[in-house]
């Protein structure tokens, strides 16, 4: 009785044990089973090796859907500690968290036309960095930006002594024009694709602008911060560091 009261619980438990197996196979725990074990961030390059590791996951269509499932939620909906700060542009086709393949908590998001920076970016950066310890900044731009192809069609026509264009609704787009234009103006003599061109010295700009913050400056030499840029190519998915 004794012995057939063990069978009927050892088969009982594996019952139990097949019903657990199944219901581990649902989306999120088979993606949590893919996901790349992480320990304790351990600075700006372990910080950029996340990013560039998530995104060749994408590049390759073997996302694991990182940090997205009920359990990242409930564990960082008391606070957050973001790895990096990605500043980047408004563009559909260039989402951060899709790119580079992470979820809830992970990347400290800014995004405005051409990455321009005025000062609630710069604020919004700094407390990114400053109060959140983040430890990398990444600025990305993009293949065939809108916003830097329209700066370089602004910059030729005045060049070419055109007419401004004809006075419209009242509109902020010619302050986002000015951001970009000096970045333009830097590769405008060069020859060749002046778009393609001014799209990496736009990232660049913008690099310098945020290391002109004597907030960022400070956590940049103590080495409590890495900048970089970066460049995402639309056709590939590819992020590739702008050296
Ligand atoms: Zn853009």
Redesign the pocket.
Known sequence: MNTLHRRDLIRLGGTLALAGGLSACGAEEVAEAMAPVEGELTGPEDALRRLLEGNERFVHGETVNLNEDSKRRAAIANGQEPFAIILS???SR?PPELIFDRGLGDLFVIRT??HAVDDVVMGSVEFGAHELHIPLIMVLG?ER????KATVAAVKAERAGEPAEPAGPANSIGALVERIRPAVEDVMEQGGDTVDKAIDANVFRVMEQLESSPTLKELVSSAKLRVVGARYDLDSGRVDLIP
């Open positions: 542009c408004v563009d260039v036309a051409g993009h930006c809108g916003a830097v």
